[in-house]
């Protein structure tokens, strides 16, 4: 009885601190419609604070929570929809996820440069650990009691601000109706803002209160994904109901705490069981959630993409390999190998743009659809040992096969949802893939066959080797992945011009029309989802392959985030967005920040300052994807539409073609390096379209010949005068005047 009454106590103690942190969620989704992915981010920095002013320099507690919960918290929550969340009207669902998902990342790039991570930063409980009274034999803490309580007063402080005060109800309309609000005399924006500021003060509360019950221990990852664990308690409350949300915070807590005190300790089931709960509870109250109705009409968006044709997509492609090739003879061994790699995360980020760009349907966890290749290609496709070890083509089949029946398994219950659902069901999915599966070191015997999923932690995925093509060469596995690419690309292009591919439009736009017009939507969704979990398979595999030995952490959760937000921000719509998304996940920020650290560690005059160069490249990154919701539509459109420009330009396109290949011959030679020629080349690319923009300017300003005039130019009053001045036929104004303007026409002729 000592132990169910301990355990109890400990459930109701952390579904206490999960309600803290779910009713912030449910309030600035009630007030602006965002849901806020950075909200652990945001409990994680203010717990990270609390602790600097505790520990660092020596605060009292009653002090520092009045600073840091009471004036921090609210700071950065209106910070936030000051600077970012209100510029996000009128942008589809995944801009908006994607922008609270770059503001979670750069929070934990920008505390783990303030803090190291390496170092031990530790939380104590309220009044010590030691202040404590005991309830039926049972110890508890105050601090632990101060939770308990905390989480009952705002519950029910919430439910009186919704229901029963003025505020509420302009908080709620605010995004039910801003215009409407407006017409009453109220500002729908303060509104928001007050709500972001006090869902901002409930996460920095709720990390304060639940580092101490959770051993203690700051970690920027660990502390943002604990707090996300309470989405399953926000999803409960369906986003909306305070109540409702306060039980599935207790539900939760209390099933976690059963899970470690009645299952067998033995093994590391039981561990990831507890870790993985929270989302498995989640995707279970998602699946079982109403089901919304169709949307009636299109919701107008500020996306707009171009997908190209097959044969643009073919003559891109041929002209991407050759490209590929080129510059490979300028790399090391090493480079090509990291080229590779993010080649092999383009195409797990085309997975994303069939099915979000094209299709509308959302995936936080593109990464988990890889690992299930990835595992099931390690188990049935490695043959051989040691330096002959090698990939078969049949295993590679199988895996991509696998992930595909995978991604149609995870989609069958989530048919039903979208938007938000959706995004919710994959991340649950995801992590728990990566909870139970990868991790997942224990010896299991099925039908007399013994396995284990992941042998001490990490699986060695040797190069795929098909007949005479070996990939253990680099530039075999770099051309491989580049002509793969470039297949699914053409691919893609011709399944989004084929009626397949319209319809997944139509679905994409008004789901009620299209299901109207006799479209099945259940099985367009089925049908798309298979599609981009079998790419993301395909990439997964190669990724592991170009590797060589992966972890769970190459398919973390936040890996995925990433993934997802660097190609929305190159333009999720666009297959050239995939490309230019899936090698900066790949290798653009992993090049850039281990260079900056390589020359820290040879400069130690320097150190600090390529230190921070590196901590800056990560947070830049995050403040891109902040910054999309001004341009939802990516920076590949911008880059389409200035180019367009060029097409009056050949000159200024024969000069940019003559440089860039004596640049090449330059570097090829060994005169300059490869990152020289890398730099001036993207610099090249990215100012073209300026250059050709001021020589259009410039032609347009030089006056047009006497003869071309009508033909270059249309034939207006000022170029009929321009040209009686040039030819000297003079007019007679007097007599203009007394004629009229025709008879004075026809007079000077």
């Known amino acids: 009885m000592t132990t169910f009454l301990t355990y109890t106590i400990l459930g109701l103690v952390l579904g206490s601190v999960y309600s803290i942190a779910a009713s912030g969620l449910v309030l600035t989704y009630n007030t602006s419609g965002i849901f806020n992915f950075a909200h652990g981010a945001q409990a994680m920095f203010g717990t990270f604070l609390y602790w600097h002013v505790t520990e660092r320099w020596g605060w009292p507690v009653w002090l520092a929570l009045i600073v840091v919960v009471g004036l921090a918290g609210p700071a950065m929550g209106a910070a936030l929809h000051a600077v970012i969340m209100k510029g996000l009207r009128g942008t589809a669902d995944v801009t908006k996820i994607i922008v609270t998902v770059a503001v979670l990342l750069g929070t934990v790039?920008?505390?783990?440069?303030?803090?190291?991570?390496?170092?031990?930063?530790?939380?104590?409980?309220?009044?010590?650990?030691?202040?404590?009274?005991?309830?039926?034999?049972?110890?508890?803490?105050?601090?632990?009691?101060?939770?308990?309580?905390?989480?009952?007063?705002?519950?029910?402080?919430?439910?009186?601000?919704?229901?029963?005060?003025?505020?509420?109800?302009?908080?709620?309309?605010?995004?039910?109706?801003?215009?409407?609000?407006?017409?009453?005399?109220?500002?729908?924006?303060?509104?928001?803002?007050?709500?972001?500021?006090?869902?901002?003060?409930?996460?920095?509360?709720?990390?304060?209160?639940?580092?101490?019950?959770?051993?203690?221990?700051?970690?920027?990852?660990?502390?943002?994904?604990?707090?996300?664990?309470?989405?399953?308690?926000?999803?409960?409350?369906?986003?909306?109901?305070?109540?409702?949300?306060?039980?599935?915070?207790?539900?939760?807590?209390?099933?976690?705490?059963?899970?470690?005190?009645?299952?067998?300790?033995?093994?590391?089931?039981?561990?990831?069981?507890?870790?993985?709960?929270?989302?498995?509870?989640?995707?279970?109250?998602?699946?079982?959630?109403?089901?919304?109705?169709?949307?009636?009409?299109?919701?107008?968006?500020?996306?707009?993409?171009?997908?190209?044709?097959?044969?643009?997509?073919?003559?891109?492609?041929?002209?991407?390999?050759?490209?590929?090739?080129?510059?490979?003879?300028?790399?090391?061994?090493?480079?090509?190998?990291?080229?590779?790699?993010?080649?092999?995360?383009?195409?797990?980020?085309?997975?994303?743009?069939?099915?979000?760009?094209?299709?509308?349907?959302?995936?936080?966890?593109?990464?988990?659809?890889?690992?299930?290749?990835?595992?099931?290609?390690?188990?049935?496709?490695?043959?051989?040992?040691?330096?002959?070890?090698?990939?078969?083509?049949?295993?590679?089949?199988?895996?991509?096969?696998?992930?595909?029946?995978?991604?149609?398994?995870?989609?069958?219950?989530?048919?039903?949802?979208?938007?938000?659902?959706?995004?919710?069901?994959?991340?649950?999915?995801?992590?728990?893939?990566?909870?139970?599966?990868?991790?997942?070191?224990?010896?299991?015997?099925?039908?007399?066959?013994k396995f284990t999923l992941f042998p001490n932690g990490s699986l060695i995925v040797p190069p795929l080797k098909v007949g005479p093509l070996d990939l253990r060469d680099g530039?075999?596995?770099?051309?491989?992945?580049?002509?793969?690419?470039?297949?699914?690309?053409?691919?893609?292009?011709?399944?989004?011009?084929?009626?397949?591919?319209?319809?997944?439009?139509?679905?994409?736009?008004?789901?009620?029309?299209?299901?109207m017009l006799g479209q099945n939507l259940v099985r367009l969704k089925l049908s798309v989802f298979m599609i981009s979990a079998a790419i993301a398979g395909l990439g997964g595999v190669l990724m592991s392959s170009a590797t060589g030995t992966v972890a769970q952490e190459n398919f973390s959760f936040v890996g995925s985030l990433a993934l997802l937000m660097l190609v929305v921000v190159a333009g999720i719509g666009y297959i050239s967005g995939a490309l230019f998304g899936g090698l900066m996940a790949g290798v653009g920020s992993a090049v850039l920040v281990s260079t900056f650290s390589d020359l820290a560690l040879e400069s130690e005059g320097m150190s600090n300052v390529y230190s921070a160069l590196g901590h800056l490249v990560l947070v830049?990154?995050?403040?891109?994807?902040?910054?999309?919701?001004?341009?939802?539509?990516?920076?590949?459109?911008?880059?389409?539409?200035?180019?367009?420009?060029?097409?009056?330009?050949?000159?200024?396109?024969?000069?940019?073609?003559?440089?860039?290949?004596?640049?090449?011959?330059?570097?090829?030679?060994?005169v300059i390096g490869a990152w020289t020629f890398s730099l001036i080349a993207l610099c090249t690319i990215m100012l073209l379209p300026v250059v050709g923009r001021l020589y259009t300017e410039e032609r347009r300003a030089r006056p047009t010949p006497l003869e071309l005039i009508g033909v270059d130019e249309p034939y207006t009053d000022e170029l009929r005068t321009r040209l009686d001045r040039d030819l000297g036929l003079g007019r007679d104004l007097s007599l203009d005047r007394d004629l009229g303007p025709k008879e004075g026409a026809h007079a000077s002729a």
Not at 476 to 491: D, E, K, R
Not at 640 to 652: A, C, D, F, H
Request: aromatic residues 8%; charged residues 10%; glycine residues 12%.
């Open 109 to 449: 790039y920008l505390a783990q440069w303030i803090w190291n991570p390496d170092e031990a930063h530790t939380v104590d409980m309220f009044f010590g650990s030691g202040s404590k009274i005991t309830v039926g034999g049972v110890v508890v803490r105050y601090h632990e009691i101060v939770c308990l309580v905390a989480a009952v007063v705002i519950a029910v402080g919430l439910r009186v601000l919704f229901t029963r005060s003025r505020t509420g109800v302009v908080m709620r309309g605010s995004v039910d109706d801003p215009d409407l609000l407006r017409l009453n005399g109220h500002d729908p924006e303060r509104a928001a803002m007050l709500s972001w500021a006090l869902g901002s003060t409930l996460a920095v509360l709720a990390g304060v209160l639940i580092v101490p019950i959770s051993g203690g221990g700051l970690d920027a990852n660990a502390l943002t994904l604990l707090v996300i664990d309470a989405f399953a308690a926000a999803m409960f409350g369906r986003l909306r109901s305070i109540p409702r949300t306060f039980v599935g915070a207790m539900v939760l807590g209390l099933a976690a705490n059963y899970v470690l005190a009645y299952l067998p300790s033995a093994g590391t089931f039981t561990g990831n069981l507890r870790v993985s709960l929270p989302m498995i509870i989640l995707f279970a109250v998602l699946v079982l959630l109403p089901q919304d109705r169709l949307r009636g009409a299109a919701i107008r968006t500020r996306e707009r993409y171009r997908p190209p044709t097959v044969r643009a997509a073919a003559g891109w492609g041929v002209a991407l390999v050759a490209i590929v090739y080129l510059y490979s003879l300028l790399l090391s061994d090493a480079g090509v190998t990291t080229f590779a790699l993010g080649m092999s995360f383009a195409i797990i980020a085309l997975s994303l743009t069939v099915l979000t760009g094209y299709a509308g349907e959302l995936n936080l966890a593109p990464l988990a659809f890889g690992a299930v290749a990835t595992v099931v290609a390690f188990h049935f496709g490695v043959r051989g040992s040691g330096l002959d070890a090698h990939l078969n083509v049949q295993g590679l089949l199988l895996a991509v096969a696998a992930a595909a029946l995978v991604g149609g398994l995870v989609a069958l219950p989530a048919l039903r949802l979208r938007g938000l659902y959706l995004a919710l069901a994959t991340m649950a999915f995801g992590e728990f893939l990566s909870n139970m599966v990868l991790r997942d070191t224990t010896q299991h015997e099925w039908f007399g066959v």
């Open 475 to 515: 530039t075999s596995s770099l051309m491989t992945a580049t002509v793969l690419f470039t297949l699914i690309a053409i691919g893609l292009a011709a399944l989004r011009g084929s009626g397949y591919g319209r319809r997944l439009a139509a679905m994409k736009d008004s789901p009620a029309a299209a299901a």
């Open 620 to 670: 830049g990154t995050a403040l891109v994807g902040m910054g999309v919701g001004r341009n939802p539509s990516g920076f590949v459109h911008d880059i389409v539409e200035g180019y367009r420009t060029l097409r009056g330009s050949r000159p200024v396109l024969l000069g940019a073609g003559a440089f860039g290949a004596a640049l090449y011959v330059l570097a090829l030679n060994g």
